[in-house]
C-alpha cells in the first residue's frame, strides 16, 4: 500500500508554492509556443470564400508568407500581450486547479487516480484565469492577424479598444473564453495527471523527460477538444463592432452558413505542432519550480 502511494499524484500543494510555480510554467509555455500560436490565430481567422484560394494553404505557407513580409519576428508580433498576462494567468490556473482539488478530490480519489472529480477541479480553474486571459486573448488575436501597422504594440491596441469600446470591447469573448478553458483544463489536468502516474518509477519520482512527456500529451488533449470553441473565439475577438450581435452563437450560425463545420477545426495542425512543446515546456517549469521551493 506505501508503494502505491508513492507513484501516485502528489496531492495537495500549498496555494502559494502552487501559483508561483504556475506562472512559471506560464513563461515557459509562451517563450516556446507563440510562433505557432501566431500561425494558428492567422489560419482561424482569415477569410475564405468558396471557390477561391485561401490567404494560407498550409501552416507552413502561413509561416513562410509571415517571415518573408515580416521578417521572423513577425511569428512573435503580439507576444507582448500574453507573456505578462500569461504568467499572472497560468500562476491563477494553476491555483484555480489546487483549488478545485480540495473541493472535488478528496486524498483517496486523487491517489486512486479518479479521473471525473480530477477533471472537475481543472474545470474550476477557469474562473480564475479568464478575467485575465480574456483581454490578453482580445488584444493577442487583434495584434497577430493585422497586417497594417494600426497599433503600435500590444499597450498600444488595449488603449485604443478601450478608448473606442471601453471595457466591453477590451473584455469581447469572455464567456466563450471561459467556455473553451473550462472544457479545455478538465481535459488538461485529468490528462496531465494520469500520464505522470504512468510515467512514475518505482520510487514515484517522475524523471524530465517523463514531465515532458505528460506535459505535451496534456496539451495535446487539451486542444483537441477545445479547438472548435477556439476558433469561434478567435472570430469574435477580431471582428468589427456589430458584425456578430449575439456573439459566439452568431459566429456559429455564420460559419456554419458560409464555410461549414471544417472550419472550427481550421488551424489544428499548428496547435497540435506547438501543444505538446509549449505544454511540455509548462509543466517541466511548473515542476523544476515546486521542487526548488520544496527543496
Not at 510555480?21 to 490565430?41: E, F, M, Q, R, Y
Not at 469572455?174 to 502516474?197: H, I, P, Q, V
Request: charged letters at 20%; one cysteine or more; glycine letters at 10%.
Amino acid at each position: 500500500a506505501e508503494e502505491e502511494i508513492k507513484v501516485a499524484p502528489s496531492g495537495q500543494k500549498g496555494f502559494i508554492e502552487t501559483t508561483i510555480a504556475g506562472g512559471v510554467g506560464g513563461a515557459c509555455l509562451v517563450l516556446s509556443g507563440h510562433p505557432l500560436d501566431t500561425i494558428k490565430v492567422r489560419m482561424q481567422t482569415m477569410k475564405v470564400v468558396k471557390g477561391e484560394i485561401p490567404m494560407y494553404t498550409s501552416a507552413f505557407d502561413c509561416a513562410r508568407k509571415t517571415v518573408q513580409k515580416e521578417g521572423f519576428f513577425g511569428l512573435y508580433k503580439g507576444v507582448t500581450a500574453p507573456l505578462p498576462a500569461v504568467t499572472p494567468m497560468y500562476a491563477l490556473c494553476f491555483f484555480g486547479y489546487e483549488f478545485g482539488k480540495r473541493i472535488f478530490t478528496t486524498e483517496e480519489s486523487y491517489k486512486e487516480l479518479h479521473l471525473l472529480p480530477i477533471a472537475a477541479a481543472g474545470a474550476t480553474s477557469a474562473i480564475f484565469s479568464t478575467p485575465i486571459q480574456a483581454p490578453q486573448e482580445r488584444v493577442k488575436c487583434v495584434m497577430q492577424v493585422q497586417q497594417t501597422a494600426k497599433y503600435s504594440g500590444s499597450v498600444d491596441c488595449a488603449r485604443t479598444l478601450l478608448k473606442e469600446g471601453g471595457m466591453t470591447s477590451l473584455y469581447r469573448g469572455f464567456w466563450s473564453t471561459m467556455a473553451r478553458d473550462g472544457l479545455a483544463s478538465a481535459f488538461y489536468f485529468s490528462t496531465y495527471e494520469f500520464c505522470k502516474n504512468k510515467f512514475a518509477g518505482d520510487d514515484g519520482s517522475v524523471s524530465p523527460i517523463g514531465t515532458l512527456t505528460a506535459g505535451g500529451i496534456a496539451g495535446m488533449f487539451n486542444w483537441l477538444f477545445a479547438i472548435p470553441l477556439d476558433t469561434l473565439k478567435s472570430k469574435l475577438q477580431v471582428a468589427p463592432d456589430g458584425v456578430y450581435p449575439n456573439g459566439i452563437r452568431s459566429v456559429f450560425v455564420d460559419v456554419m452558413k458560409t464555410e461549414g463545420p471544417g472550419a472550427l477545426f481550421r488551424g489544428l495542425g499548428p496547435i497540435m505542432l506547438r501543444a505538446f512543446p509549449a505544454n511540455a515546456a509548462c509543466f517541466l517549469g511548473y515542476e523544476t519550480a515546486i521542487k526548488i521551493i520544496y527543496w
